[in-house]
């Protein structure tokens, strides 16, 4: 993920409102109301990052995976014809002119507020490990340099990668994702605060804040 982030050269994606992290397809339609309605992602498949731009169309949402070459730029799968310095310019581009299919850019849907930023947590990875499983490890952390937090990490599978472990990991982080959904949604007085930060990088963080609900 630091190459990708070197090739932004200076427009930084996450600084983007349109821009909402680690979502997987079916959780980022949901945020995809009207047709128009669009955003960016990052998508893992088998440890590997991508780009993706999601938009929702007059019937079904599209997605279109973001391609890199070194010698000419950030371009979209399905047009080769066009690629741009860096995602930033690829998405103004198309928000002015219709995608492969005719959809086009036209509201950007913003981050979730239970979005965080990675620089938002801090924790070592060794002195505050509380727990591991297979696929996710939980560690106490701040938030904000101010709130105690537990931090449960989605991590791909330990030792030799096989399919079934990478089929299984994906589903581990699925299930991550819809559980800090709901969660981050959920309100009880006698529920801690679930706050969830999906991020462009090998992990997925569910922060579970000790707070009361305001």
């Known amino acids: 993920m630091q190459d990708i982030n070197k090739r932004l050269k200076g427009k930084l994606l996450e600084t983007q409102e349109w821009y909402v992290g680690l979502l997987t397809r079916t959780a980022v339609e949901c945020y995809l109301k009207k047709e128009g ?15 993706v731009v ?4 007059a019937s079904t949402c599209a997605h279109f995976t ?5 010698n000419a730029g950030w371009g979209l799968n399905l047009d080769n014809q066009n690629t741009f310095p860096t995602v930033v310019d690829l998405v103004e581009y198309y928000r002015k002119h219709a995608l492969p299919g005719g959809n086009s850019l036209k509201h950007p849907v913003k981050r979730p507020k239970w979005y965080l930023k990675h620089e938002n947590l801090s924790y070592d ?13 939980v560690y106490k952390g701040r938030l904000n340099a101010t709130k105690s937090v537990a931090i449960k990490i989605c991590h791909g599978p330990n030792g030799e990668k096989k399919d079934q472990d990478l089929r299984n990991a994906e589903k581990a982080k ?8 709901f969660m ?7 529920i ?6 999906i991020i462009p990088v090998h992990t997925m963080n569910i922060n579970h804040t000790n707070i009361e609900h305001p």
């Open 54 to 57: 999601s938009v929702r169309g």
């Open 174 to 181: 699925d299930s991550l994702i819809k559980e800090g959904s």
């Open 66 to 70: 973001v391609f890199y070459e070194d």
């Open 192 to 197: 801690i605060k679930v706050t969830l930060s």
């Open 184 to 190: 981050a949604e959920y309100r009880h007085p006698n």
């Open 37 to 51: 309605d669009f955003a960016v992602r990052t998508s893992e498949k088998g440890g590997t990052l991508e780009f």
């Open 125 to 137: 990875t060794k002195r505050d490990l509380l727990g591991s499983g297979n696929f996710c490890d």
